[in-house]
Structure formats: structure tokens, C-alpha cells
């Protein structure tokens, strides 16, 4: 069973973002694997994602507005058959969360088209593209956009 929590571990964060298998897929060539230091704020927060209380990956939730939420969830390989159960326990977490949440939105780099296959088989819905918006191993990609509101998801649970 796959579990989400709130974390204010950011080395714990670092040790999962900066392991070659996500890193190398998820973040742009502007952020340097040195410098990266993940922070929480009033706006940002981030997740952990356990399997039978060993962290397998997490989850970074950052108000883009007073209504709309970014999500960006990063599982370690040998866990990927865990995503779909992961993206339902955050949706559960966010619907908890309260507050004026309306919107969850998420960006996918064109590159990556089977985490493109699983949002949209969780239910997310596409919004658009966001042209030329990804740069990674010196190419710039385009990047899916996607979203679900809050009344979809309640839908789902």
C-alpha cells in the first residue's frame, strides 16, 4: 500500500530528486545538481510517497494562485507500478487539505509521453501545450498541459 505525507525533510526531498533515475527526466538543464536545495514555503509544500514505510518517492504542490495548485510527482523506478494508487492518495491528501483549492494542473514535458499515458489515465484532462518550455540535454521541448478540478476529482474518490 502506497501512502502520501507532508515533509519538511528536504534533505530526504534531495536524496529522492537528485537520484539519476529522476533527475535525469525531470529537471531542466538550467538547475544544477550541486545547487539544488528544495524549500517549503507558505506556497509550496512537498510530499512523501511511502510503500511499506520506505520512502519511494515524492511529491512537490505549490499554489500557482489562490485557487489553483502545480503538482510535479517523481517515483523511483523500481515503484512505478505504484503511480496511479500515488496520484489517488495525493488527490485524497489535496480534497483533505480544504482551503480554496480548486484546480490541480499539471506540466509534462512532450518527452516523457508515458507520464503524459498515466495522467490522463487517472483522469486528468488535457488543456493545451505549453510550446517550447523544457530544455533538457541541450534540446527545448514542448511540455503537455493538463488539469483536473477539485469537483472531478471528488468524482473519482
Not at 539519476?20 to 509550496?44: C, K, Q
Not at 480554496?100 to 507520464?115: A, C, F, G
Amino acid at each position: 500500500m502506497i501512502k502520501v505525507a507532508l515533509t519538511n525533510d528536504m534533505i530526504l526531498v534531495r536524496n529522492i530528486i537528485t537520484k539519476p533515475e529522476i533527475w535525469e527526466h525531470s529537471v531542466e538543464d538550467s538547475v544544477s545538481l550541486n545547487d539544488f536545495y528544495p524549500e517549503t514555503s507558505a506556497t509550496a509544500y512537498w510530499l512523501i510517497c511511502e510503500v511499506e514505510n520506505v520512502t519511494v518517492g515524492v511529491i512537490s504542490v505549490h499554489y500557482e494562485n489562490k485557487t489553483s495548485v502545480k503538482i510535479h510527482p517523481c517515483l523511483l523506478s523500481g515503484y512505478r507500478s505504484h503511480s496511479r494508487r500515488m496520484i489517488i492518495e495525493l488527490f485524497k491528501w489535496l480534497v483533505k487539505m480544504g482551503g480554496e483549492m480548486q484546480k490541480v494542473n499539471i506540466s509534462i514535458p512532450k518527452t516523457r509521453r508515458i507520464v503524459y499515458n498515466l495522467a490522463k489515465n487517472v483522469g486528468f484532462k488535457d488543456e493545451g501545450v505549453n510550446r517550447m518550455s523544457f530544455t533538457k540535454n541541450g534540446k527545448t521541448h514542448d511540455q503537455w498541459l493538463l488539469g483536473l478540478t477539485r469537483k472531478e476529482i471528488r468524482g473519482m474518490l
